[in-house]
């Protein structure tokens, strides 16, 4: 998740906040091997240095400087007054609104409430003006490559490693006592997808990124001269790749992107593969040379990452950590057991939450990821279940709650407005969450000792989408979803940087769009009216036999559509429940990247073929398509041309 961590953040904040962010932390040695088996066994950590080690039983713990063990209970962005907020919101404001510009009252405060409910870690992005030490210690986000969206391409760019000194340096002169930070992440949820941390897309990677960069760019060239080392001439990687290229210079993102050729499979593997190896080797490199004995605690993946990215983040961390927001009150053991089995490190989950529709901040959870529950007794009910699960994994030494206080009812600076909070936005605390926080915290020293669970040996197996159509021989051959009367009015939606307008020519669609430069925009096609079902949540029209979508269009040249497919009860990822009277168990899936020619054409995607969708719908579900409860068809649109004109002559369905 995005949140307030930029370098140059502190220059937005009141001069009174500015003061306290001003003190703590020295620095921590990390090490492997085994704890003695009478080693004292504090909650609480001591000063540092600190390490890593397994006990007698194969165990996982960190050690303090005296080599008391520990395991490190965190909350995240600690801080006295929300990030950049926006005109006009409601924010939380505590050290001024409640503590009168009191800002070592607040802090004293703060820390005795984190302590008194069994967490001893400042998490990231937490104020450094806090008093740490006297069992409490921190984490600090380096960001050593900055913050751009490209920022994986930076290992093909000159100065890298001077770039990771100076944004080290800088960040870390807010610490000149160090003697208590755990340790430093490189950076928070990279893009190593290619568009971001957590969309799996193989046609869409860092490759393709780095084609669609300006030819200023030196990542640009530099990822043609891999190329060109990797297949000499353009007339052999286009027979590897099954595309049409005469140059180099004509090699945009474009040409490849949404193409499954084995050789262009292999190349983008490759490539994100070195990228990889390049930015964890000198991130390694250069934290050990300016914090000496610092843990270095991975860089916050975003969920999941492709497998040569996590090797690499292993052999250069001390920790792995990743932000897991889960779908269900346990633990996850498949996501686990990758990280596990490909990092070889042990892993601190540093990124979750669980939020609710019931909460004193007026908090209505439209952004923001994991769960929606109904009450705070449940968010208490997802803690106790996930921590307590989680936390008997013998790999597992650390979790780390995001966040301190509620974001603003109206939109944090990117627009999520979630009960996120053990506060809300006026410093009350929840109660309820936090009993169960405390009860927890102080259960899971003893439970995570004596576990009975042992480390995964075996990857877990992919969850490959399937898809059985029924045969509905009475069925026609073709149905064109904009022929006939649907079962809902045509639906559209925008990432909050983009515009969208649909109009209907006759059973045309003309789709005017201003795609920006996130998620892009979107136009929802309902299921027919005459095969709408009765008596289950609306719309959910039987669709079952069909074998493939059919897309006839005229679009930019170079713009990315994709196809989207929803069942009935499709809805955010993590809700506490999903309305599954149609019998689906809302998940939503999506087509590889279409692509705009300035030409009609048709684009046939076989519905076995869609990928699961990882920013909308139940992740939980058991990834069957489930035709005979069809939401809508939909049609996304992003990239480049930014803004544009697709008009759309038909949406089919055919055997």
Same mark, same amino acid.
């Given at each position: ?35 003695? !088996? ?70 004293? =405060? ?122 000499? /001439? ?77 090797? *690499? ?70 803690? /106790? ?69 042992? /480390? ?83 719309? *959910? ?27 009935? =009860?499709? !809805? ?84």
């Amino acid at each position: 998740m995005f949140t307030p961590a930029r370098r140059s953040a502190l220059l937005g904040l009141p001069l009174l906040i500015i003061s306290l962010m001003l003190c703590v932390p020295g620095p921590a040695r990390a090490q492997a091997g085994k704890a003695d !088996a009478g080693t004292a066994t504090p909650k609480q950590p001591g000063p540092g240095p600190y390490s890593v080690k397994t006990d007698e039983r194969g165990v996982w713990w960190f050690h303090d400087g005296a080599g008391n063990r520990f395991l490190s209970m965190g909350v995240n962005n600690v801080t006295p007054a929300a990030w950049n907020p926006g005109p006009g919101t409601t924010y939380y404001n505590a050290a001024v609104r409640q503590f009168k510009g009191d800002m070592a009252a607040w802090a004293t =405060a703060t820390r005795t409430l984190l302590q008194d409910h069994g967490f001893n870690t400042l998490g990231c992005w937490s104020a450094p003006g806090i008093p740490d030490g006297r069992g409490l210690v921190r984490t600090v986000v380096l960001y050593l490559v900055g913050h751009e969206m490209t920022r994986c391409l930076q290992p093909l760019r000159p100065g890298m490693e001077e770039m990771m000194r100076t944004s080290l340096r800088e960040m870390m002169a807010q610490y000149p006592d160090r003697g208590h930070i755990l340790g430093v992440y490189f950076d928070n949820e990279m893009p190593w997808f290619g568009r971001n941390g957590w969309d799996r897309n193989p046609g869409d990677t860092l490759l393709e990124t780095a084609l669609d960069l300006p030819d200023s760019d030196p990542a640009r060239g530099a990822t043609l001269k891999w190329l060109q080392d990797r297949h000499g /001439t353009p007339a052999k990687a286009a027979a590897a790749w099954q595309v049409e290229l005469n140059t180099w210079e004509s090699l945009r993102g474009v040409t490849l992107r949404g193409r499954m050729a084995a050789g262009l499979v292999a190349d983008r593997t490759d490539f994100t593969a070195m990228l990889a190896d390049r930015f964890y080797a000198a991130a390694s490199k250069v934290v050990s040379a300016e914090l000496p004995g610092m843990l270095k605690l991975g860089s916050r993946f975003a969920g999941d990452a492709p497998d040569a990215v996590i090797r *690499a983040a292993g052999a250069a961390s001390d920790v792995m950590s990743l932000n897991s927001y889960p779908m269900a009150y346990r633990s996850n053991p498949d996501q686990l057991a990758r990280f596990w089995l490909l990092g070889g490190k042990p892993i601190m989950i540093t990124e979750y939450s669980f939020r609710a529709r019931e909460n004193t901040s007026g908090n209505p959870n439209t952004r923001g990821a994991g769960m929606v529950v109904d009450t705070q007794a449940q968010r208490a009910e997802g803690y /106790t279940g996930f921590v307590g699960d989680t936390m008997t994994w013998p790999m597992v030494i650390g979790m780390h709650w995001f966040e301190f206080a509620d974001q603003s009812p109206q939109g944090r600076f990117d627009g999520e407005d979630s009960n996120y909070g053990i506060v809300d936005v006026e410093n009350r605390p929840y109660t309820t969450l936090l009993t169960a926080m405390k009860a927890t915290n102080t259960a899971v020293f003893a439970a995570h000792g004596s576990t009975s669970r042992t /480390t995964p040996t075996e990857m877990p197996k992919p969850r490959a989408v399937r898809y059985d159509p029924g045969q509905h021989p009475d069925r026609p051959s073709t149905m064109d979803l904009l022929a006939g009367p649907m079962s809902r009015e045509l639906g559209t939606w925008n990432a909050p940087d983009a515009s969208v307008s649909v109009a209907r020519e006759g059973t045309a669609l003309r789709i005017t769009y201003a795609a920006g430069t996130q998620y892009g925009v979107g136009v929802d096609v309902y299921g027919p009216l005459a095969w709408q079902r009765r008596g289950v949540p609306a719309p *959910a029209a039987d669709v079952d036999g069909y074998t493939a979508v059919v897309l006839q269009a005229t679009a930019p040249k170079g713009v990315q559509m994709n196809l989207t497919v929803l069942e009935a =009860a499709a !809805a955010a990822p993590g809700q506490a429940k999903y309305d599954v009277g149609a019998g689906d168990d809302g998940e939503a899936y999506i087509s590889l990247p279409l692509i705009g020619t300035g030409k009609p054409e048709s684009y046939r995607v076989p519905i076995s073929e869609l990928l699961g969708q990882g920013a909308w719908g139940n992740q939980g579900g058991a990834r069957i398509i489930e035709m005979t409860a069809l939401r809508n068809v939909g049609i996304q649109i992003q990239g480049q041309p930014a803004e544009g004109v697709v008009v759309v002559t038909g949406l089919r369905l055919e055997r």
